[in-house]
């Protein structure tokens, strides 16, 4: 039955940047789908832990600076320890830096492109061989943004590691969908969360956004859950390389 297609009961699920925002949204709503979720973050991910025990969920944290590549190994690694395989990784953990792009140094450029966009693709890698390894293929699912489509404003490395996300999604896919490996990405529109404080907290900002936006409020990580539990499951078998905005209708503007 079509929704037993859905169900992500057995599958061990990976997201990084658990502790907050969209990647805890996403992580409540893998856990509900049935999946093992192991959450990567700097601090402590205990609040989505309890969130997820609410449920009766299982998470469990691996803190790891994903600034630094080689957490990568270890990731996987500690990951393949408790569980003994992986099915599903979630690249969420991303930042943005608001700046002039004629004062951006190249520290903060690196900081960005690093996260956004480097590590996406090493995580991706790293999961696909481990896929490759198991046998029975496996979801990526990366977490792209409106600036994958347009250019922003005072991001200019942000806008290029996510217009790049989009890109990579669909390169990937175009090598590993034989391998039974969908990779596809989410474009959240304008998300309530750290992410956007800054913004919000523009009320001149914050009004021009809102007006535009024609489901007429800001998306919440709640907003993300249809979407990740699609892409991360038999349903979306078929589904290669595409970005599904999640946006409340921005992107149709
Ligand atoms: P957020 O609230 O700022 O959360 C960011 C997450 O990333 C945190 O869990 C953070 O964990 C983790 N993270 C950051 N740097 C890390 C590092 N070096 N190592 C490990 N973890 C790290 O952001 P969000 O709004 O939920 O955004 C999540 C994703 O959605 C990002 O890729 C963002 O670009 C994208 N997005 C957001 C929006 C939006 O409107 N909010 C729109 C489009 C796309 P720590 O606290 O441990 O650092």
Known sequence: MILDDFSLKGKVAVVTG???????GMCVALAQAGAKVAGVARRSCEETASLIAKDGGEFFEVLADLSDTRNVPVILNTVLEKYGCVDILV???GIILREDAVNVTEEDWNKVINLNLN???????AFARQYMKQGHGGKIVNVASMTSYQGGIRIPAYTSSKSAVLGLTRELANEWAR??????????????????????DDEKRSGEILERIPAGRWGTPKDMAGAVVFLCSDAASYVHGFTVAVDGGWLAR
């Open 18 to 24: 658990a502790n907050t925002g969209l990647g805890q």
């Open 91 to 93: 690249n969420n953990a």
């Open 119 to 125: 590590m996406v693709f090493l995580l991706s890698q």
């Open 179 to 200: 391998f039974g490996i969908n990779v596809n990405a989410i474009a959240p529109g304008y998300m309530a969360t750290n992410n956007t404080a800054q913004l919000r």
